[in-house]
């Protein structure tokens, strides 16, 4: 039955530029672009994995998918594919937006420098800056994940009450 649950669930697979790189981006649920769907069911919360090595998202498939199921499908889940780590099928477009600051390409884009910047940057061009963020890293990706609240302390987390019972 959980398993049954667990495959009506939605992902939809992008691959969008950023940071001038093909990146793989997983959304769990039907929410896609965040900044166009001005609905009163739009969510005010995005669960965001950033995996470890080798950092391919769709690893982090059935996990996204017990989020998503255990938040009541109330919150979108996303992961994104570590800068170079995942290529576009042939026939599979690749996504860009106008005023995309992440088709500038980040210098040193493959260390972990270049990783760190590329997570920040999809953050900036997909994500509202009023939506709330609960940043999961696996492995390296806890490394980025840290290292992004250094270089930007101001980014809307959720208080890690999340799931707390009182």
């Known amino acids: 039955m959980d398993s049954e649950l667990k495959e009506e669930i939605p992902v939809h697979e992008e691959f969008i530029l950023c940071g001038g790189v093909e990146t793989q981006v997983l959304k769990c649920g039907p929410w896609t672009d965040l ?19 080798p950092g391919f998202s769709a690893f982090y ?5 017990a989020l998503y199921s255990l938040t009541n499908r109330r919150f979108p889940v996303w992961t994104i594919s570590h800068a170079g780590h995942a290529l ?6 690749i996504l860009t937006t106008s005023e995309d600051s992440n088709a500038q390409e980040i210098k040193d884009i493959y260390g972990l420098h270049g990783q760190i910047e590329h997570k920040l940057a999809f953050l900036r061009t997909h994500v509202p800056k009023d939506m709330k963020l ?7 990706g806890s490394y980025f994940t840290l290292q992004m609240l250094k270089r930007v302390p101001e980014l809307p987390l959720m208080p890690p009450t999340l799931g707390a019972k009182k």
């Open 88 to 93: 576009a099928p042939k026939d599979k477009k």
């Open 35 to 53: 900044f166009n769907d001005q609905s009163v069911k739009r969510p005010k919360l995005l669960i965001f994995i950033i995996p470890g090595n």
């Open 134 to 140: 609960v940043l999961i890293g696996h492995s390296i």
């Open 61 to 65: 498939v059935p996990f996204a998918k």
